[in-house]
């Protein structure tokens, strides 16, 4: 069944036309998420390459969304729904938040920056920032929002330009732009670039994995700071970073961008069903059928995330979490597919019968909350949640949690990829479920050192 949302639609009405959360999301007409600039540059693979050979340029001011968070009651409110330490929180400082439901499911994560007192921007996928925006309208708190949605779905300019610069180079770039000195931080620490006359805050933060800054400002001074940045990078080949070659940063630093957010079933989830507009429901893709919505469900510990909880503070999942703690079983893994079952998949669209699943590239996720099945001697031992090609390390990999027994470098799983059946999304087309063999190894995954990769481009 195709089911079609109005802007007003709110996500509990769209489940009950679908009749599940699961029929909802399989079937949600959502379409794949684009990031709304240029797809490429150059191309696509010599912009992975910039970030580990040099420094590249990537611009983060259209697909992210912002929620500036302002009042008495901000930094409670955050401390309430973050799983994260607070104690030491202080202005000028940022780190990844992540929130949990009462049940200790994962809802999502996010950057959250501490502007000034009272003020707060907590910045990425929406899925998380709509859950403690819910928390705050609802419940005892001083608090007000301002958010900036993504150029996808806003009227207008963005409030701000997000610009990123990352690689071996990206501290000499730096060092060359500002006027003033580069500030030695720790990862995700905060420091003032200041360029073309502009004071520009910053963290320190690398979305593939590598040496980088995030730097953000006013969106009216854009193009003259995109223009100091190109002019210094020129000594050291500044690549600026297309769409398609950034949707796959994640997979080199093991970042799961999307993972399913558990805001279905449990405690205030009716209620929030009700306030969340059905466009911000997300979309299911993959080989995982199962009918029951809590089978997608992740923990923190899932994804690796059990040393940012602080146990010492109440916050919402808290007692639940203990629990998961207690029967954590699951790793973080990094999926290499096998290269002949790859190509035998991507033959099938030249040979006769229906193909498989189209495997696009650099990203092959074609759902908000990708879920494809990982096998062992036939038996489901995880969940691989995101996939695409690495031309640094020239394997097509995807990112997965899997049981502990398996996780092993070196171990062999199968991945299930298509839909049986497929559904309705638009970016499904008429296809066969394959398995393809893959090996387990680490995350995050590096094939190559930088000097024997220099050896073999």
């Avoid at 990352?166 to 580069?182: F, N």
Wanted: proline share 5%; net charge negative.
């Amino acid at each position: 069944m195709t089911l079609t949302a109005t802007a007003t639609t709110t996500a509990a009405e769209a489940i009950a036309t679908a009749g599940s959360a699961v029929d909802a999301l399989r079937n949600a007409q959502a379409k794949p998420t684009v990031f709304p600039v240029q797809a490429e540059f150059t191309n696509w693979r010599s912009e992975q390459r910039a970030w580990r050979e040099g420094v590249a340029l990537l611009d983060q001011s259209h697909h992210m969304t912002d929620l500036f968070i302002s009042g008495p009651d901000a930094l409670r409110l955050l401390s309430d729904t973050g799983v994260n330490n607070f104690s030491r929180f202080r202005p000028q400082m940022a780190k990844q938040f992540i929130a949990v439901n009462h049940e200790g499911y994962l809802i999502g994560d996010a950057i959250l920056v501490y502007l000034e007192e009272e003020s707060f921007d907590l910045v990425g996928w929406h899925m998380v920032l709509d859950w403690v925006q819910f928390i705050g309208e609802t419940g005892d708190y001083d608090v007000t929002f301002e958010r900036d949605a993504s150029s996808a779905v806003r009227q207008g300019d963005p409030t701000l330009y997000r610009y990123e610069v990352q690689g071996p180079d990206a501290e000499k770039l730096m060092q060359k732009v500002s006027t003033i000195e580069v500030a030695q931080t720790r990862f995700f620490g905060m420091l003032e670039f200041e360029i073309a006359g502009r004071r520009i805050p910053a963290i320190r933060h690398g979305m593939a994995g590598q040496p980088g800054f995030e730097m953000w400002g006013p969106w009216e001074d854009r193009e003259v700071i995109l223009q100091a940045l190109v002019e210094a990078g020129a000594e050291f080949d500044l690549t600026r970073v297309g769409s398609l070659a950034y949707s796959t940063a994640n997979l080199e630093s093991a970042w799961v961008p999307s993972p399913p957010a558990a805001i279905f079933t449990g405690e205030r989830m009716e209620e929030y069903l009700d306030w969340l507009p059905a466009a911000r429901m997300g979309s299911i893709a993959g080989s995982l059928d199962s009918e029951d919505i809590e089978d997608y469900y992740l923990t923190p510990f899932d994804l690796g995330y059990g040393f940012v909880i602080d146990w010492d503070h109440d916050f919402i999942g808290r007692e639940a979490l203990r629990s998961h703690a207690k029967a954590a079983s699951r790793k973080k893994v990094t999926l290499v597919w096998d290269p002949e079952e790859l190509a035998s998949a991507q033959r099938t669209l030249y040979e006769e019968g229906v193909p498989a699943k189209f495997i696009n590239l650099p990203k092959a996720r074609y759902g908000q909350f990708q879920t494809d099945r990982v096998l062992h001697d036939g038996r489901d031992v995880g969940i691989s949640l995101d996939a695409g090609y690495l031309a640094n390390e020239q394997a097509f990999v995807s990112l997965a949690t899997i049981e502990e027994e398996f996780s092993a470098p070196g171990t062999e799983v199968t991945l299930v990829w298509g839909e049986d059946p497929a559904s309705t999304k638009p970016a499904v087309e008429a296809h066969r479920q394959i398995q393809i063999r893959a090996t387990v190894q680490p995350a995050p995954y590096s094939r190559f050192t930088r000097e024997n990769y220099r050896r073999n481009s």
